[in-house]
Structure formats: C-alpha cells, structure tokens
C-alpha cells in the first residue's frame, strides 16, 4: 500500500500552483471545476510520481500564519533537495523572492539536515537532504 495523494485546500488555486510548479519541479494536471459546488481542483505530479492535489472553494479561510503552533493534522510537506548545498540555496532563493523562512537550514538531533519555508498560503515545507 502506499500513500496516492496529499491534498491541500487553498484560497487561492492558481498562486499555490505556481508556486510549486516553480520551485518544487511539479507538473499540473487538467484543472477540475464544478460550478454547481463552487469547487476547483488541479493535480500536480513530482519527478517522483509523488501527487499533491490543491483544492479551492469560495469559503476557504485565508493562509496558516501561526508557524510555532502544533495541532492535530497536517503539520509540513518534506522534499528531498539532494544535499546539503542543495537545501541553502533554495531556502536561499525562497527567502530572496519573499517567502518566509521558518527556520533557517540546520541540523537535528536525529540528524536531519532541513530547513522550513512556508509556501503562499502558510503550510510549512521541510526542505531536507
């Protein structure tokens, strides 16, 4: 068995698109919308064969911003980058084009080299080796 998708709503379906498009390497699908439920969706697929599903929905409150709190659920995407090099220089580049770097790349205790970046609409992003 293996995990098929992870979806995340947004407000905003076109700018988190872009965005993963631009600096995760996916490719989207067709977008999906049904008027009727005022409801659109689009696919995108990662070099892996990884899937993310971005929903969207005219009720959709806006981004996550509260990057310290943990609750129950969904806590933070992680890419591999490849190395060490590989994760400062897009935490680097996302940090240059405006986004927010939660922590700064670093190692962990259990020896993981990562940084965290939120994307557009605030959910963490673990950049890792």
Known sequence: MQIEHIAIWTSDL??????????FAATPGLPYH???KRFASCFLSFPDGARLELMCAPDIEGEQVDFAGK???????AFSCGSENQVNELTDRL???????????HWTGDGYYESVIADPNGNQIELTI
């Open 14 to 23: 076109e700018q988190l698109r872009d965005f993963y498009v631009r600096y």
């Open 34 to 36: 049904n008027p009727y």
């Open 71 to 77: 609750r129950a659920g969904y806590a933070h995407l």
């Open 95 to 105: 940090q240059h084009d405006g986004y927010i770097v939660v922590q700064g790349p």
